[in-house]
């Protein structure tokens, strides 16, 4: 009775957790098909008690699917993800390929459902297309949207510390790989990126654009813009790369155009879906990356007045989410149980 699904990128990092969100969240498909590129084809996966073979990924393997789960890169959306919609599939892409196309809903499940309230599976004949936001917006988002619709964000800065699964399962290797040299006091091998990364950090690898900013960061800019549907609200941000795992951290400042107290902003937080405040200052325990890792929920604290700003029209907040979880795969799963 649930819906033929597909997952686009299975033997990658987030593909591997579409499925342990799947099975965690009972997802009620009908039937599952696992597909990645020509090199992984073949594959063996258990998977819910049955035996899954890796089937290469062509425009074929999409006859009969309701739903395709898409995490394989740029490319492979940009080349398949169309086809699929063609067939009458209803494509969920965690890739950034069409995350700014006007026609392409951009949806976190909490802050902006209304965006894809025309798109369900039933009496669908056509397909459709969901984007699934970059991981730092989605987490920044999780936290600033519900201060947002209270008090209404005029200008947001966001400074990012983003894990090595970010960039994929091989940067989480290397970055184990070099933390291991360092400390037998080798020289460091760096593959994925071209310089060291254990006991480092730096900018974000991601290519920067003639006005200075990395891709990652002109993201967050252009996204939140969408999903808040707000051309104007004024966005900047700094994207690093640090050596963690799984969970990013951001540093979020933000100003209003009503005033809003801490203790009120503590309250809708308390309140908001998916997020957990931990803000104990007496202890000085704040969120941690460690702490999110593998959680659903992203976790906010360090919230206090903006002492540069006047009359409560100023926030710094501290946020921290699991990258591969609520930040790609969780999501996506969400925006999925959303067309049932
Ligand atoms: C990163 N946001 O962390 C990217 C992954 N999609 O590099």
């Given amino acids: 009775d649930g819906p033929a699904l597909a997952v686009v990128g299975v033997t990658g990092a987030v593909g591997q ?7 965690d969240r009972d997802f009620p498909y009908r039937n599952l ?10 594959r063996r996966i258990e998977f819910e008690g049955r035996e899954y073979v890796v089937e290469e990924l062509r425009e074929e393997s999409f006859a009969g699917v309701d739903v395709a789960l898409f995490s394989a890169g740029g490319s492979v959306s940009r080349e398949m993800g169309p086809a699929a ?17 006007p026609g392409v809903p951009l949806v976190i499940p909490e802050v902006n459902p209304d965006a894809m309230t025309h798109i369900r599976l039933a009496g669908r004949a056509k397909g459709a297309l969901i984007a699934n936001p970059n991981c730092s917006t989605i987490i920044c988002l999780m936290a600033a949207t519900p201060l947002h619709r209270h008090a209404k964000v005029v200008r947001m800065v966001v400074s990012t510390y983003q894990a090595a699964s970010g960039a994929g399962a091989a940067a989480m290797e290397e970055l184990e790989e070099q933390t291991r040299e360092v400390l037998d006091g080798k020289q460091p091998t760096c593959k994925i990126f ?35 549907n707000d051309k104007d609200v004024k966005v900047t941000a700094t994207c690093i790369r640090v050596p963690v795992m799984r969970a990013h951290a951001e540093s979020v400042n933000l100003q209003f155009e009503k005033p809003l107290d ?3 902003a503590r309250q809708i937080l308390k309140g908001a879906a998916g997020v957990v405040v931990i803000d104990d200052r007496a202890s000085n325990h704040f969120p941690t990356p460690l702490e999110v890792s593998n959680k659903d929920h992203v976790a906010i604290g360090r919230i206090r007045p903006d002492l540069s700003q006047e009359g409560n029209l100023g926030l710094d907040i501290f946020v921290c989410g699991d990258q591969i979880r609520k930040g790609a795969a969780l999501n996506a799963v969400q ?3 959303m067309l049932l």
């Fill in 335 to 337: 925006i999925a149980e």
């Fill in 262 to 264: 801490e203790e009120t």
């Fill in 33 to 42: 098909r696992l597909l990645a590129s020509r090199r992984s084809a073949g």
């Fill in 194 to 228: 071209k310089q060291q990364y254990a006991f480092n950090l730096f900018s974000h690898n991601a290519p920067v654009l003639s006005n200075g900013y990395n891709e990652e960061e002109m993201k967050l800019v252009k996204e939140t813009r969408k999903i808040w």
């Fill in 85 to 101: 919609v063609e067939r009458g599939v209803v494509v969920v892409d965690n890739s950034s390929a069409f995350r700014m196309d």
């Fill in 17 to 23: 957790e579409f499925l342990r969100v799947l099975s």
